[in-house]
Structure formats: C-alpha cells, structure tokens
C-alpha cells in the first residue's frame, strides 16, 4: 500500500499522489480541487487538522483512504522523536511552518504595542516572495486553532504592504491575466472595482490634503467619505457570507472587522469636526483612517475579490448583481447592466403569486393581495424561522437594505461577528422564554424582535424595523 503521513500536509501529500486530489474531492474535502484552495489551506492544513475543520471522524477518513490502496501513517511513531520534530521548525519563511511561526509571532509583536511600522518592515522583508493567499491561509488556520479573530485582525493591518510600489491596475491586470480573467462591465466585482477607483482618488486628494495642512479639504473629504458605508455593505452581505459558505470564513471576519472600525472612526472624526483645536488634535487621526481606507482597497482586490472569482458560480455572482442596486452605491452614479445576468433571473421569475387562496380564522386573501397587503405596512420585516434561517422579508422602506441572497441563511450569517453572540443571546431568550420582545432604537428609527409561538412551541421571530422621524417632527412641532 502506499503511505500517507498524516504528519504532513495537504499540499505536501498531494505533490506525491496527484491522484489524492479526486479522492479527496469524495470523501468530501471537495475545496482541494480548486488551485486557490490548495495554494491556501494546503500549505499549512494536514488531513487531521483538516477533519477537526470540516467536523468528520478522522478513523473514517483513514478507513476511506485505506480503501483506496493507502495506508496512514504518522512520520514519527517515535515518541522521543516528536520533541526533536517540533524543535527542528524553524521560525523563517523558507517553509510553511516556519512563515506561520513568522506571523504568529509578528501578531504577538502587534499585540504588544511594538509599532506597527517596524512591525511592517520585517513583513516586508521576510514575505516578499509568498502568495498572499498562502498568508490569508495562515489567518484562516490560526482562526480555526483558536485565536481570536481581532487579534489575527491586527496582522491584516499588514500584509497588504506587500503590494506598495506597484499601483492597484498593475496588480489587477497581472492577477486577471494570471487566472484568464475576463469581466464584463457589469459584472459585481467590475462595479466595485470601479468604486475603488474613485474612493483611492479621494483619498489620496485627502492624504494630500493633509499633508499639506488644507484644513478645509479635510473637513470635506472626512464628511464625504462616510459614503463609503454602501461600498463597504456590499461586500459584507453580498459577497463575505457566500465565501463563508465555500468554506472561507476567517479573511470575511477579519475584514468586516476592519470595515467597521474605519466606518467609526469616520464618524467619530466627522463628529467632531467644529470641535476647537479639532485639526491639531485629529491630523495624525485623519492620516491613520484614510491609510486604513487605503490598505484595505489593496485586501479586497489581492485577497477578496480573487477568493470570490475562484468559488462563485455563475449563478452566484447572477443573485449578487440583484441585489447590487438595492444596496446603494458609494460614489458612482452610472451603473451597468449585466445583460446575460439580467437574462438569467428574467428566465427564473415566472409568476411568483398564483390565484390560490390563504383561509384563516377572521378571512380570507389570495396570496398576491397579502402580498400586496405586507407591501403597503410602513415597516420592513423579517420572519426567522425556529431553527433560526431567514424565511422572508419585505424592506419596502429602504431603512436597512439587505439582499435577497439572505433568505434561507443563518440569521447571524447576516451580521458581522461583532454582533453575532447578541442576536444568538437574543434568540435564545426567546427559545427559554426568557423573554418575548425586545426594543432598540436607533435615533429615530425603533427595531423590534418578537417572538412567535404555537401553542407553546417557539416557531421563529419577527424582526420590524420603523422609522418614527415623522412622528417626532410632528409632536416636536405642536
């Protein structure tokens, strides 16, 4: 038989048996027959670790590779080897144990207050030659092991240095020239690259605008560039849970927390722009935010975009481009048409009401009027099912846009990590029924969950969003 050590990694034993690739594909770890995949997680992922990811029975997966001719082995049986093994990685960049030692310890470095500049520079040094996608599986790996996402978050902050000096078309044309790239106009990954382009012109009109002590261009450009928020929601809700999906959780996690970092420091900064002695105090503040702008236009072109390009079908990015328009644009009033998605989902909306008739205790309506009925209500609602998906929701108001790509997810799917542990918290009060309702409000606008019970059995939550800004104008005016 041939041997496999299980010491090993994926990459490793798939360089030895090409041939592990399809079988591996089968017993289920089907990521390994995507490049990306096995550029990323190959290097650092073994076939245990890769089991304690994937949550399957090691001894099963043994059984399966025995069955196709290979016998498991670890490398050193040996138990006064192992601590030899161990102590023979060393911390450099010349294999993929030792760069993870590398950044492990550059994220302990960061963690301690070093500064993030001498930080950058053994970055630099030490990874100039490696994929950034081997790096971004690293992120993953650490993740996966335990660490904390905001800690792996602060070494995000850096590897994006890899690509100064070149400029951000340089590297898009030689990474698409690479894969045999070619997107359409209005194809998702196009308009937002598009955005890019006129967010890093305000940008770098900002950074100069700074440097050279423009007190009023920086007002403005601070002010502005709070518009950012749409470019930032249609990454996170539209492409960051579908690469979850594909089994990329970690760079989407680490990202989202980045984006709502740089989104309050804009506020926070344009908050408190008439404050006195605002510029002395908030210059080095203002240059911090935009670099962060400006770096993480670098991590969703090399890393993000890429990622999505190699995992999402046709189809997927088909149902990304629908929900484009309802999430608003950062910057950009043309918006182009994507004829060949538009003929897909044009193919796929045959009627969605029939004639059919809903009889309930106090009446009756046919489905299209209680559609029309629910279309009319001045709230935009969601219903979450018992075991906690997204069934339905209607945001006529416009007061949080979200895709239709969210229905069927996990509700936490659907927000960033920060916020995940809140809304299962939530929802698991209503389970206990602990509680049955909750309030929050948000200046104007109040957000109420309710739970839904049958006779006694927790059957979902209704989210209601509303905004009372009418209301309070009106009593505030009498």
């Known amino acids: 038989m041939k041997q496999l050590d299980l010491n090993k990694t994926v990459a490793a034993l ?105 930080v950058r520079a053994d970055f630099v040094k030490a990874f100039e030659n490696v994929s950034v996608r081997e790096i971004t599986g690293v992120e993953q790996h650490l993740i996966d092991e335990g660490m904390s996402v905001e800690r792996v978050q602060k070494l995000c902050d850096i590897h994006s240095a890899l690509f100064h000096g070149r400029t951000e078309q340089e590297v898009m044309a030689q990474e698409d020239a690479q894969r045999g790239i070619n997107l359409d106009m209005g194809h998702p990954v196009s308009q937002l690259r598009l955005e890019n382009r006129i967010i890093e012109k305000k940008i770098e009109d900002a950074l100069k605008a700074n440097n050279e002590g423009n007190r009023e261009a920086v007002y403005k450009a601070i002010v502005e560039l709070k518009g950012i928020k749409p470019h930032y929601a249609k990454k996170e809700e539209l492409i960051m849970p579908l690469l979850e999906r594909y089994g990329y959780p970690g760079p989407s996690q680490v990202m989202w927390g980045v984006d709502d970092e740089i989104k309050q420091e804009l506020s926070r900064l344009s908050r408190t722009i008439n404050e006195d002695k605002w510029y002395e105090q908030e210059r080095d503040n203002v240059e911090g935010v935009l670099n962060r702008m400006k770096e993480m236009i670098y991590k969703e072109e090399e890393i993000l975009f890429p990622l999505a390009i190699e995992n999402f079908t046709k189809e997927d990015w088909y149902h990304v481009y629908e929900d484009l328009e309802a999430m608003g644009a950062s910057f950009v009033n043309k918006t182009f048409a994507w004829k060949e998605a538009e003929d897909f989902l044009a193919s796929q909306s045959a009627s969605s009401f029939t004639n059919g008739i809903i009889k309930m205790p106090t009446g009756e309506l046919s489905i299209n009027q209680l559609n029309i009925m629910l279309e009319a209500l001045p709230q935009d609602i969601t219903y979450i099912d018992a075991n906690d998906h997204v069934l339905y929701f209607k945001d006529k108001m416009h007061i949080f846009p979200r895709p239709k790509s969210c229905i069927g997810k996990l509700v936490y799917d659907c927000h960033p990590a920060r916020v995940r542990p809140m809304v299962e918290a939530l929802l698991d009060d209503f389970k206990k029924k602990e509680r049955d309702h909750m309030d929050i409000w948000m200046k104007d606008v109040r957000v109420r969950y309710m739970a839904v019970y049958d006779q006694g059995e927790y059957v979902g939550c209704v989210e209601m969003v509303e905004d009372f800004g009418e209301v309070f104008k009106e009593r505030d005016s009498k």
Not at 16 to 36: R, S, V, W
Not at 77 to 90: F, T
Not at 92 to 114: A, F, K, Q, V
């Open 14 to 118: 798939v360089e030895e048996y090409p041939e592990l690739i399809d079988i591996m594909a089968e017993i289920g770890f089907k990521e390994i027959t995507k490049p990306i995949s096995l550029k990323m997680m190959g290097r650092v992922m073994t076939i245990p670790k890769g089991c304690g990811v994937k949550g399957y029975d090691l001894n099963d997966v043994i059984k399966k590779l025995n069955a196709y001719g290979f016998e498991c082995v670890y490398g050193h049986d040996d138990k006064e080897d192992a601590p030899q093994e161990k102590q023979a990685i060393v911390k450099d960049d010349s294999t993929p144990e030792g760069r993870e030692l590398l950044l492990r310890d550059m994220i302990e470095r960061l963690n301690r207050g070093e500064d993030l500049e001498s």
